[in-house]
């Protein structure tokens, strides 16, 4: 007699029916939010990277921690586009700072009000004071309630600095999503003959020509293994 199959310890929220989204919460009350941006990220880099690159680390980090992953957040302040000097008008939306206080303080209250234990928030663009606005959402809701706590932070904040750092469209950002979503970067796309640069090519950091999925393979597990401690020190 064969035994049934095991439950599933994780599921993307948004394609799940309510059993589904019960059966998981039950055991794994943990939701996950990734925070992007619709942004231009150079010639080679698909606009959404950020939001793309938050919600497959989170559905990685799921696939181990348990929970559910909700879908992006496409709503960012101080994007490039913002940057004088630069001339990436283009491709960027760029939402005042107060709308986005409001929909990260709205978010949070909502994940709560479904009883969530924990609100696992990646911010996967980390401009200022975007980030600190995030954070400091983050830090305010854990003072006026203690029903769930939220977690907000960036992928950067805790990879090891020799492994990754704080990058724009460069070997970090660009390897990451080569792990997860390839389709959507294009390394062709990047002068062969000179290092890119942000002036030129909306590239801030380490050289993306140098990305692989296999790099993004070994930033994700590096990321989900810090994660994975900061979800169960949370649900303690």
């Known amino acids: 007699m064969s035994s049934s199959p095991a439950a599933p310890t994780w599921g993307l929220y948004e394609h799940l029916m309510p059993a589904e989204i019960e059966a998981i919460f039950q055991k794994h009350p ?25 919600h497959g680390l989170c ?12 879908p992006p957040v496409y709503v960012a302040a101080n994007t490039i586009k913002g940057l004088k000097g630069l001339g990436f008008a283009r491709h960027s939306l760029d939402f005042s700072e107060s709308t986005l206080r409001t929909l990260v303080r709205e978010h949070l209250d909502q994940l709560a009000d479904e009883k969530f234990r924990v609100v696992f928030v990646l911010a996967g663009h980390v401009g200022q004071p975007h980030y600190d606005i995030i954070k400091d959402e983050a830090k305010q809701f854990n003072e006026r309630q203690s029903g769930t706590r939220a977690i907000a932070t960036s992928e950067t904040d805790l990879i090891d600095k020799d492994i990754v ?6 070997l970090g950002e ?16 990047l002068p062969a003959d000179r290092i890119p640069t942000l002036e030129q090519d909306a590239v801030w950091g380490p050289d993306p020509r140098e990305a692989s999925a296999e790099k993004g393979r070994v930033y994700t597990e590096a990321f989900v293994k810090a994660a994975s401690v900061l979800i169960a020190q949370a649900l303690k």
Do not use: C, Q, T
Not at 30 to 54: F, I, N, Q, S
Not at 63 to 69: C, F, I, S, T
Not at 165 to 170: D, R
Not at 174 to 189: G, K, N, Q, T, Y
């Open 30 to 54: 943990v939701a996950y939010l990734p925070w992007g941006a619709l942004e231009y990220h150079g010639k080679h880099a698909a606009v959404g990277l950020d939001g793309l690159k938050a």
């Open 165 to 170: 750092i704080v990058n724009h469209a460069a």
């Open 59 to 70: 559905a990685a980090l799921a696939k181990v921690a348990g929970g559910l992953v909700l």
């Open 174 to 189: 660009v390897s990451f999503l080569m792990h997860s979503h390839p389709a959507s970067i294009d390394l062709s796309r």
